[in-house]
């Protein structure tokens, strides 16, 4: 209970003033706390000669209410004799303090008790006319709030506001302050400066966990007050938001904050390899809400930053951002149309409160991931590398006369260093004895070091940013600066961001509010000519020679087969083809610069009671360049010459050359995109009946254009001093090419040039929406929500009335807690039943599928002019994929609050999925974009917050969110490809009956005599045959899926005074994932050849082969202790090692759980930041990525491993594990 | 109330505003994507890409009898061409696509929507209409007769219209299914009407290698009809396509002479000539080509060992026959006399000069215009003057009608080995009463100089058809 006592005071006066104003707010606080109390006490109470104080305590512990006073004062008082029976609280009050010289007032469920002569007049000061000022306190969505105690600053002046939110309180002069407090709401003091009506807007204070239940719902178009909302909809926690900045990114600090939405964790300059871990699929799919809901390639939700719709979160700065809500069932987000059936993530950014005193915030942090693992891929060292290529060496089934010769096109394999030498021993050109002692000495190199060194470095993200806020009666703003380093793993690459954020408010006047924000951001980045090479590289091969540092020569990666063709094409052409991957690097450079810009500006106007017109405008451009210089120097352009150089007829002649000799290649790219929406809209915001009836009405208008455009250039012979570029003629180059060149390109001894150089492309979107939204309360007990909308957009080719497909939702609250029998269950303070239905859908991307064919340039160069060819087939059957959404939620709140949460259940079944659509094969094209079936997604999500402890000095609250989802194809078009074995195991992602994205394996039955891999049918006999025809299909095996059943976070808060302590655990349960085993059992033990052209970073990245192959048969009775297939270099037609590759064996548990972060903020003590002339300084520390606990015992992070079907990648390397974050945060 | 009643009209005004602007907004024509309408827009899918690529000749290479295999190297090979060199059954694994049909089928929905549509189509005379769907038709035909050569019997005239033949697919629907197979008779008479009303309304000039011109249908036609083993009206269509191809007045297409082309300066001349072969002219001026499509050959090239020209076919080559450049023994130790087949991979298919010349010889020898001015020697010495220095050239003189018969196929496998155009004729051979049953087959040589024989039974002349498109056609029936 409250010990709240006034501490002793030797003087009264202004002091005494002082302290109470302490008390108040101190027990405001406490009245956060200490909630649980009889609302509607009744006291009975029998003392004789009793302290006052002691008559207090009683009450106290009779009430729970929080009393206030001067325990000084009251201690001084006169004894007191009571006998009251079930008396109200203020009865008795009334009676006991009227002897001892005292006067209360009851505020919401605290007492001030003070005494009835008022200190706040001082005799000294001449009396100033006291004046009466009125006004009306709302929440952020206009809502009244009732019981805010509304007090004079200085004095003990105080009153509550009404149920209509209003107050009326008399102020000792015109420069009186009010105070604003409530349990839930941010306290705020509003100067009266000779106004006599206010209308106060309040905003709910940040408990940490309470959010979920308490904050309006806002859905980008309205704010509606939670207690009237039916959606489900989620509000990530702020403060966890806020400490967790290690990423300018806002929708990765959101990962486990959220019940239902899943976030890959993909960072750093690497990403775009990406992490597809959750959908065996690409980027797109970094964000998914509530399963996937759609086989297209983008499941992302729609975001909305202050009511426009983004296409890239990640160029928002995450410090500006003040809200964030995630709508997830249909009445939340249908009233986004057609583009909302993946959720919608409603972000609001910050804004300066009227008449507040000019706040500047200071905020960095520096991000260090560490260097990205290079050597993460299971390979071979060099020895073992060696001694497996000396096993395998075939050069009868790939003569020398064959590898050697110099091929047209630049697919194929090198020939390798240790091949070179293991051919010169088979062709008596050295001894054998000498062939050992290269490759001994081969074995003995590890490249590693050298790849770290020259092509690796730590990798860290610095972000700072500076904000100012402030307002006055009329303006207020909030503006801010950042700017984002981002340091890559590989060296010389430059990345950094500048983004200016401006936003103003205007309340013109009690009718008319505008506001106009500005949003800047510019990205700037850089890179040199590296490779991208790491362990899975050749391990022998080094970079520079290890004594005098000279870059090592590689040509042989590249199209020049040999030493000897090499040479050759050298003495015709003049041109050195030495190609030292080291020396390339300052050869050339690549430049990209984007500049954002957004402004989005917004009116509300009130038209008559209750009426009000609301528009909203965004205009946004996004300018990018990017250039590509590859000097005269670099391999590329050198190689390039080459093919097009015809040789010297004599020595003393000089060669032909068809393109320029002098210079190097340049070309730049130039986007520019602009986008507008322009939306009007009426809401009628009323109630009638004192509030029984609540009604609001939304009717409105959105029209949204995208316009993007992209032209590219090259040119040749570019001196990037002059500026100036050589002409060549393209239409020969092209046409007839270049017969006879030194290096011939084409087939028939021919060059011909194929590279563009010009392209210009531009796509236009239009849409036009109708959308109408309404909520109706009644007695603030049932809620009823109702939303519509209809899409038209100008997608080339379609009919219109496939775009008459409005999207819709109905959904009702029962506010439970309102109802008088749950009244006297005083302990459960929300408890509210939401269901809610409707349908959204997805409309066939533009230009995806039309009803006509639409046809684009496909020019054939051998035709006499421009040729079309069909982009998109008529497919006058496709029809909108739809989504029912089914949802039921409890909303909860017990005990004072100190256990809040909700519950969702939800169904969602979309039926007519859109995808690529196998057709009839003689139809024209093997598949279409078209309705391929159906499919539903049931979950629960669980989102628990708790109060666990609560003290002034300490407190630590836990949040639960935990989801599950379950996944299933319920129809399938059939379809001819899902009816063998193969193609289930090796390429279905959907099938009937099963989740999407599933795992099928071949059942695993071992190796042969042979060493080759064996199955098991259905029937239980054993399978080797390459050929799959004719066998059951129940022979697959069904392995689960990559989606996670469940997912989710444990955060914990801890508070100890300025001290801060926060960690978040988040867990993906339940998936399943392939393993990457080696996949080569066949062919020649040599990297493939590397693609060099201008702008590229070559891929080092094959020639070494997994370790596994170690283990491989060797001889008969291996297959008793290994499963790794034998090593063929010819007759493969007899196995086939897909059996092994795709086997039961190699699926593994994905599951795992990690420590995301945890995050420890410490503030400096109060007088040591004043002293800095700061309000607050924190630091912050954060460690984030440790992994707590992986199913799988390969030593695999799921988050890391490619579980694609079409199983090209593997794994990625792991960046940011570990990684380590220092913050700083100021407030002046 | 004066004051609402101006608000009412503002708000009015603002619906009636929002309502009325929405029409346009959305009637964008994009640009970089159109939907046809004009005449020009049919023209313009004439030069379309999906016209001119596809991977055909070294399907049909593989099967033919002109080519060999040999180990270790044939066992590197996909799976699927060591099966279609074995003349198994299934060439295809359930799930996998008839690669070698993509572009055919694609090319098919192009020309059926040109034939549909263009005569519709605004903006262009009726002879313009009339010509560009000529051209879609004889593209058409061209395509189907790959899908007779591929998955139908060899025509039998007494069983023709009986046997089955292929879907015939005259719309471009991509949400037909499923197709049904038509008779084999149907289907040669859909090719040859195509052909036929195709004729009259192409030009005779020849203007671009890309389009169909009237020489093309002409000897399309004459190909159909010696399909079919109507070889008068083969000869009558191989002269009018020789008639055309003399009327030309607009790019050359003619014989390339190999004694001067593969001189310093010709355009066959290479640097490479023994490593790579003679070089090749790209299509455009490739002046034999009349017809370009352009076929990735695979099973040819200078560092393929799988597949050589077997040692009888090498025979063939006199000693002084310049085509014998396109081959070379080089690092070829076994088997004794065979040949690699250096180029090119990329080759013009379509419709070629040289085959034009070889069908009408092969006319007039069935015609018995055996010797003489206008007869097959004559035809035969054409050409051969043009591939070999002329004391090398001569036709034998004194053969029978079957001598020569057989001569004129011995022709055409020196003119067109690895071309693909070999299968085609062994399917026509097999029910030519011309021709003595042959047992033909497939040789597998190993370095030891043991071989494997992989016997061509008479129902694979006909493959079977691939399962993905079984599949898509529930109750299509497959081929023995």
């Known amino acids: 209970m409250s010990k709240l006592n006034a501490t002793s005071s030797k003087s009264h006066g202004s002091q005494a003033r002082l302290r109470i104003m302490r008390l108040i707010s101190v027990a405001t606080l406490a009245a956060c706390i200490h909630i649980s109390t009889f609302a509607h006490a009744q006291v009975t109470l029998a003392e004789t000669n009793i302290t006052l104080q002691r008559v207090i305590r009683k009450l106290q512990s009779m009430t729970g209410f929080d009393f206030l006073y001067d325990a000084d004062l009251v201690a001084r008082s006169a004894p007191v004799t009571v006998r009251v029976k079930d008396a109200s609280l203020d009865v008795v009050l009334t009676h006991c303090l009227k002897s001892s010289g005292f006067t209360h007032t009851i505020i919401g469920r605290s007492v001030v008790i003070r005494p009835a002569v008022d200190l706040s007049i001082s005799s000294d000061i001449p009396p100033i006319p006291p004046m009466i000022v009125r006004g009306r306190v709302v929440d952020e969505a206009g809502a009244p709030l009732s019981g805010v105690t509304v007090t004079v600053k200085g004095s003990s002046t105080a009153t509550s506001t009404t149920e209509a939110g209003d107050f009326e309180l008399t102020v000792p002069s015109e420069e009186s302050v009010l105070v604003l407090t409530a349990v839930n709401l941010e306290r705020i003091e509003v100067v009266v400066k000779g106004r006599a009506s206010f209308e106060i807007q309040m905003r709910p204070r940040i408990v940490y966990g309470q959010d979920v239940v308490i904050r309006p719902v806002n859905t980008g178009y309205q704010s509606l007050p939670n207690e009237r909302s039916a959606g489900s909809a989620a509000k990530p926690n702020e403060v966890l938001i806020r400490d967790r900045a290690n990423s300018t990114n806002i929708m990765q600090r959101l990962d486990g904050l959220v019940p239902g939405l899943t976030v890959s964790f993909a960072q750093g300059a690497r990403a775009s390899s990406g992490n597809r871990m959750m959908t065996g699929e690409g980027n797109a799919n970094q964000y998914i809400v509530r399963g996937i809901g759609s086989v297209q390639a983008d499941r992302a939700p729609l975001f909305v930053v202050n009511g426009i719709v983004i296409d890239d979160i990640s160029t928002l700065n995450a410090n500006d951002v003040e809200d964030v809500t995630v709508l997830k069932d249909a009445t939340a987000a249908s009233i986004w149309g057609s583009r909302a059936a993946n959720g919608v993530v409603v972000i609001t950014t910050r804004k300066g409160t009227a008449r507040q005193k000019i706040r500047v915030q200071y905020d960095a942090f520096y991000n260090m991931q560490g260097t990205p693992e290079y050597d993460y891929y299971p390979r071979m060292s060099s020895a073992d590398f060696i001694r497996t290529a000396e096993q395998i060496f075939d050069p009868v089934t790939f003569p020398w006369g064959t590898v050697s010769q110099f091929g047209t096109t630049t697919s194929g394999l090198s020939v390798s260093p240790h091949e070179v030498i293991q051919y010169n021993r088979f062709r008596r050109l050295i001894s054998p004895q000498r062939a050992q002692q290269q490759l001994d000495s081969l074995a003995a190199i590890d490249n590693r070091s050298q790849m770290g060194e020259y092509f690796y470095r730590s990798q860290s993200l610095f972000n700072n940013t500076l904000s100012v806020s402030g307002g006055g009666n009329v303006h207020s703003f909030y503006g801010s600066f950042s700017y984002t380093g981002n340091q890559s793993g590989v060296p010389g690459e430059r990345n950094g961001v500048y983004t200016m954020n401006l936003r103003n408010d205007f309340n013109i006047s009690p009718r008319v509010r505008l506001f106009i924000i500005t949003d800047l951001s510019r990205t700037e980045g850089s890179r040199k000519r590296s490779v991208s090479v790491d362990n899975r590289f050749l391990p022998y091969q080094l970079f520079a020679d290890p004594v005098t540092g000279r870059p090592a020569e590689m040509s042989y990666l590249s199209y020049l087969v040999t030493d000897s063709v090499k040479r050759v094409f050298e003495n015709q052409s003049r041109i050195d083809l030495n190609y030292r991957p080291l020396e390339e690097l300052d050869r050339g450079k690549t430049e990209s610069a984007t500049m954002q810009t957004r402004l989005t500006g917004g009116a509300s106007v009130r038209l008559l009671r209750g009426l009000r017109y609301e528009g909203n405008f965004g205009f946004g451009t996004t300018g990018s360049s990017t250039s590509n210089y590859d000097a005269e120097a670099s391999f590329p352009v050198r190689s390039n010459l080459v093919t097009f150089t015809k040789a010297a007829v004599a020595p003393s002649t000089v060669p032909t050359y068809l393109l320029p000799p002098f210079g190097g290649q340049y070309s730049t790219t130039e986007q520019q995109a602009r986008s507008w929406t322009v939306r009007n809209q009426l809401v009628l915001d009323t109630s009638f009946d004192a509030r029984r009836h609540q009604l609001t009405l939304l009717l409105g208008q959105e029209a949204q254009e995208r316009f993007s455009r992209s032209t590219s250039n090259t040119v040749l012979g570019y001196d990037p001093l002059l500026l100036n570029y050589q002409n060549v003629d393209f239409f020969t180059l092209g046409l007839t090419g270049v017969s006879n060149p030194v290096a011939a390109r084409n087939t028939g001894n021919r060059s011909l040039y194929a590279q563009p150089v010009f392209s210009h492309t531009e796509t236009m979107t239009r849409v036009s929406s109708y959308y109408s939204n309404a909520g109706y309360t009644f007695s603030r007990r049932y809620s009823l929500n109702a939303s519509w909308r209809n899409d038209e957009s100008n997608l080339f080719g379609v009919d219109k009335s496939a775009q008459r497909k409005p999207v819709w939702s109905i959904g009702g609250k029962w506010n439970l807690v309102q109802e008088a029998f749950l009244k006297r269950f005083n302990r459960i303070d929300i408890l509210a039943l939401r269901l809610t239905y409707g349908i959204t859908g997805n409309a066939p991307s533009p230009g995806s599928a039309t009803s006509q064919d639409v046809l684009v340039v496909r020019s054939s160069s051998f035709a006499p002019g421009p040729g079309l060819g069909i982009s998109t087939y008529a497919n006058k059957a496709l029809t909108w994929e739809r989504t029912e959404n089914y949802n039921l939620g409890l909303d909860f709140g017990l005990l004072g609050r100190r256990v809040t949460g909700t519950l969702d259940l939800y169904r969602r079944n979309t039926t007519d999925l859109i995808g690529q659509l196998p057709i009839n094969y003689l139809a024209g094209t093997s598949s279409i974009v078209g309705n391929f079936g159906d499919m539903n997604n049931r979950g629960v999500e669980l989102s628990i917050n708790t109060l666990n402890v609560v003290d002034r000095d300490f407190s630590w609250n836990t949040v639960l969110n935990l989801s599950y989802n379950r996944n299933t194809i319920t129809r399938l078009q059939q379809t001819s490809s899902i009816n063998d074995l193969a193609t289930l195991v090796q390429q279905t992602k959907y099938y009937a009956g099963y989740p999407a994205l599933s795992i099928f394996a071949y059942d695993w039955a071992g190796l042969d005599a042979m060493g080759d891999p064996q199955i098991f049918l259905a029937d239980g006999s054993k399978y080797k045959t390459a050929t799959t025809t004719n066998i059951p299909l129940a022979a697959a095996r069904y392995m689960g899926s990559f989606q996670p059943l469940w997912n989710g976070g444990l955060l914990n808060f801890i508070r100890y005074r300025n001290f801060n302590l926060s960690s978040s655990i988040i867990f993906n349960l339940g998936h399943r994932g392939r393993r990457d085993v080696n996949e080569k059992y066949s062919g020649r033990f040599t990297p493939n050849r590397v693609t060099i052209s201008p702008g590229s970073s070559p891929e080092l990245q094959t020639g070494n082969f997994h370790s596994d192959l170690l283990k491989r048969w060797m001889k008969p009775g291996d297959e008793l202790v290994t499963d790794v297939p034998v090593y063929l270099t010819t007759n493969t037609a007899r196995r086939n090692t897909a059996y092994y590759v795709f086997g039961s064996q190699h699926v593994y548990d994905a599951s795992f759980i990690k420590l995301r972060d945890i995050t420890a903020s410490m503030g400096l003590p109060q007088a040591v930041s004043r002293r800095l002339g700061a309000e607050e300084v924190r630091f912050r520390i954060q460690l984030s990525n440790l992994m707590l606990w992986k199913a799988n015992r390969f030593g695999i992070d799921p988050e890391f491993q490619v579980t694609d079907i079409n199983y090209t990648l593997g794994r990625v390397l792991p960046v940011g594990q570990g990684a380590l974050t220092l913050g700083l945060n100021v407030r002046f | ?480």
């Not at chain 2, 009412?8 to 994009?30: D, N, Q, W, Y």
């Not at chain 2, 879609?136 to 005239?157: D, E, I, Q, S």
């Not at chain 2, 389009?211 to 000869?235: C, F, I, K, N, P």
């Open chain 2, 1 to 480: 109330m004066r004051k609402m009643t101006l608000r009412h009209t503002l708000l009015l005004v603002f619906f009636i505003g929002m309502a009325s602007c929405r029409k346009e907004f959305l009637e964008v024509v994009p640009t970089g994507r159109l939907i046809a309408e004009k005449t020009l827009d049919y023209e313009l899918m004439l030069n379309s890409s999906d016209l001119t690529l596809y991977s055909l000749a070294g399907f049909y290479a593989i099967l033919g009898d002109e080519v060999a295999a040999r180990n270790p190297f044939f066992g590197t090979r996909p799976v699927k061409d060591q099966r279609l060199f074995r003349y198994e059954n299934d060439v295809y694994n359930p799930g996998e696509d008839p690669t070698e049909l993509t572009a055919v089928t694609r090319t098919l929905y192009l020309v059926n929507k040109i034939i549909n549509e263009v005569m519709d189509s605004k903006g262009g005379t009726d002879e313009q209409k009339r010509g560009i769907r000529a051209e879609a038709m004889t593209c058409r035909a061209w395509v189907y007769l790959h899908f007779a050569n591929l998955y139908t019997k060899p025509y039998n005239p007494s069983t023709a219209a009986s046997d089955p033949g292929f879907p015939i697919i005259r719309e471009a629907d991509i949400n037909k299914t499923p197709y049904v197979r038509s008779t084999l008779k149907e289907l040669y008479d859909f090719i040859v009407g195509d052909l036929t009303a195709a004729v009259p309304d192409l030009p005779v000039t020849i203007t671009s290698r890309h389009r169909a011109s009237r020489v093309v249908a002409s000897a399309l036609l004459a190909r159909a009809y010696l399909a079919m083993g109507r070889h008068g009206e083969a000869l009558i269509a191989s002269e009018n396509a020789i008639g055309a191809l003399r009327a030309n007045t607009g790019i050359a297409a003619r014989l390339y002479d190999y004694n001067i082309e593969m001189l310093t300066g010709g355009a066959l001349f290479s640097t490479t000539m023994a490593t790579t072969g003679p070089a090749q002219p790209t299509l455009p001026n490739h002046i034999e080509s009349v017809y370009g499509k352009q076929d990735i050959n695979g099973t040819v090239g200078s560092t393929v060992n799988h597949f050589i020209i077997t040692p009888q076919v090498a025979s063939l080559y006199g000693a002084a026959d310049l085509r014998r450049r396109y081959y070379s023994n080089t690092g070829l130790t076994y088997p004794v006399g065979a040949l690699r087949r250096l180029g090119p991979s990329i080759q013009p298919t379509g419709m070629n000069v040289p085959e034009i010349y070889l069908m009408r010889a092969e006319g007039r020898v069935r015609s018995n215009n055996l010797y003489g001015a206008g007869s097959a020697a004559e035809d035969l010495l054409f050409l051969r003057l043009r591939r070999m220095p002329s004391a090398a050239a001569a036709v034998p003189a004194g053969m029978t009608q079957s001598q020569m018969l057989q001569y004129v196929m011995d022709e055409r496998l020196r003119e067109l080995a690895f071309s693909g155009l070999r299968w085609f004729d062994m399917r026509r051979m097999s029910v030519d009463p011309q021709f003595s049953a042959i047992n033909r087959s497939h040789v597998l040589y190993f370095a030891d100089g043991s071989t494997q024989n992989y016997p061509l039974r008479p129902e694979r002349l006909t493959l079977r058809i691939p399962p993905r498109i079984l599949n898509d056609n529930p109750g299509m029936q497959d081929n023995p």
